[in-house]
């Protein structure tokens, strides 16, 4: 795929996440700089992770793009913050952009480094997930992909979808089938309010 | 120490701290992928932490063996989960034998890269216990191990032990007598309820 | 300016930054290790982050002298706690110091490994705030810097400071002013109970 391509995705995400993190900060009652980094955390906060944890350079720190994207889009979401709740399900469709380039950014970067498939899914699906986990930590709440949301299965999904295909069609065509079968799951589990099953002991237990 | 026995405690260790994440998280009502990354997270958390903290790689992106385990184990511990509440004294008994392993692994791996004992003993104790940490955090509770238990302590008594000797015994056997002082410690703080102290303002302060 | 002037800086705001620890671990009645490690991680906390993030070695598992400091002060602080709550004003004093002090080494060490200065910015208020966002997050609390104080933003000011001298001065005297920033910045906002602005929705949103 045209890493250009991957890259205006990239940043559509960074800027819906980022957003995602405004919204619940304002609501915590948090100052300019609490916000700021809640939205930081939420936009860049899985790759980091990710790069930490496969031993690259950390993304952020060596591409200055993603600051300013997120500077930016803090002021402008606190600007519009009153307009920004009405139009939840057309961020929710950039999210759902985000979701899908980040998971696939995850996964091809893993890929490089050597890992194997099973990490690279992990990786890609802790690089879409693992900003709002930390979001929701910092925010002093259980992680909401933990307990209610098709998030990281839809992840998990598209990263199923990459290696099967891997080995028999060209990287490209790959990259955007996975990315749709992100996408698609995704959307679908919120318009038929899909939820992973959760268990439960018998009662007295 | 032949690697493989501390391997298999290791696995035993990874089964049994695995566990330890999946009970929270159902009575949490998370979903399954909440209830798999909380296990993971005990499981391996501690040791991931470790290997950034010392910069080495990171074991489980390298060794899928703990992912199938960590797996192998959520699938089992929720099919079982009403009898497994019943059986909270063997997996206290597992619990600790995954103490003593994991310990005695995060000094050995910080001993090989170089360094002093000291910090040695704080990476054997990092890695048997912070897994515990990142759960309960990521639970949004305050970690029990910093209220309640006699945890860390057993594996700064084991730690001390290892280095008292280190000069003096065989390698095995040094490791083999560090994993016991844990191991007795923990079992005897559970038998005899034994706390560390806390301490308390004077009224009104 | 002479590192022996900054580490001795380093070393006040270790010790400063560990009280600011154990104080409300011991309201949240933590033991004796819950304690050690909530003044270690406020600390060392922040600094560790920024290592990780820049990828150089983590500075206090290469130099033993934090751990001594930190035990030390936890100790002290134990023993003198009842008297630690009436001495408020001084023990922030110091705090300020340390701020000043840890955000001046995260610049120099970012700017040593090659960062533009927004990254180094960034990673000096790293160092100075973080090991209160991990104190926070440990003890199950939103942070207090997300909500309440100018303290990030005095190390901002510090490091905008410090970037802006910094092709016009000798290093020496542009670290003491960026670091006279950071202290002044910071002692204004707390005399005169300066806040950053917060933001709401409209009401019913």
């Known amino acids: 795929m045209d890493i250009n391509i991957l890259f205006v995705f990239d940043i559509i995400g960074t800027i819906a996440f980022a ?4 919204i619940p900060a304002i609501r915590n009652r948090m100052d300019l700089f609490g916000i700021l980094i809640i939205a930081s955390a939420t936009a860049v906060g899985g790759g980091t992770l990710r790069d930490l944890l496969i031993n690259v350079p950390v993304a952020w ?10 500077i930016g889009t803090v002021i402008f979401a606190i600007i519009f913050r009153n307009k920004l709740v009405y139009i939840s399900e057309t961020l929710s ?10 998971t696939l950014i995850g996964i091809e970067k893993a890929l490089e480094a050597g890992f194997s498939p099973v990490i690279c899914i992990a990786t890609g699906t802790m690089t879409a997930c693992f900003g709002g986990v930390i979001r929701d930590t910092l925010s002093n709440k259980i992680p909401v992909i933990f307990r209610e949301e098709i998030y990281a299965t839809a992840c ?3 990263g199923v979808t990459y290696f099967s295909l891997h080995h028999f069609l060209p990287q ?19 318009r038929y309010k899909l939820k992973l099953p959760t268990v439960e002991f018998k009662p007295g237990i």
């Open 19 to 22: 957003i995602s993190g405004v």
């Open 61 to 70: 720190l060596h591409n200055l793009v993603y600051i300013y994207v997120i």
């Open 93 to 102: 469709f950039f999210d759902t952009i985000g979701l899908a380039a980040f």
């Open 156 to 158: 998990i999904f598209g």
């Open 172 to 190: 490209d065509v790959v990259t955007v089938l996975a990315g749709l079968v992100v996408f698609t799951v995704r959307i679908l589990s919120i």
